[in-house]
């Protein structure tokens, strides 16, 4: 490493490195968070749906169970670790990134299906 690379990476604060690296953390448990929600948004949506026979949908409401567990047991790790008010953030961003339209049927009973509307 040159010697003027590492005098200006000395010039940090060891906190500033810290805070960084929080917040990589924080930005990778909010990205979890958001695939769980996303999956089960989508879960829910074929769980509701129509051309899904009862078993198939009871499979569907036990996966959906588990899913929405993991969801609460990544909020409220985010919360045990960051705070609850970053934890709240983080549920209000996620939540309100994905929403499919209520009337979009899951892509394989529809045979004209576009792309799900995020």
Not at 74 to 85: E, N, P, R, S, Y
Request: glycine share 2%; proline share 3%; with cysteine.
């Amino acid at each position: 490493m040159s010697t003027f690379l590492f005098d200006a990476i000395s010039h940090f604060p060891a906190s500033w490195y810290e805070r960084e690296k929080q917040e990589t953390n924080l930005a990778s448990f909010v990205d979890d968070l958001a695939v769980l929600h996303f999956s089960i948004v989508l879960t829910a949506k074929w769980e509701a749906s129509d051309s899904e026979d009862e078993d198939r949908r009871a499979e569907l409401r036990e996966e959906l169970a588990q899913l929405r567990h993991l969801y609460d047991e990544k909020l409220d790790h985010i919360a045990m670790t960051f705070g609850v008010d970053r934890a709240m953030k983080a549920k209000e961003e996620v939540e309100g990134v994905y929403r499919i339209a209520r009337s979009r049927k899951p892509a394989a009973a529809s045979a004209n299906a576009g792309p799900i509307c995020i």
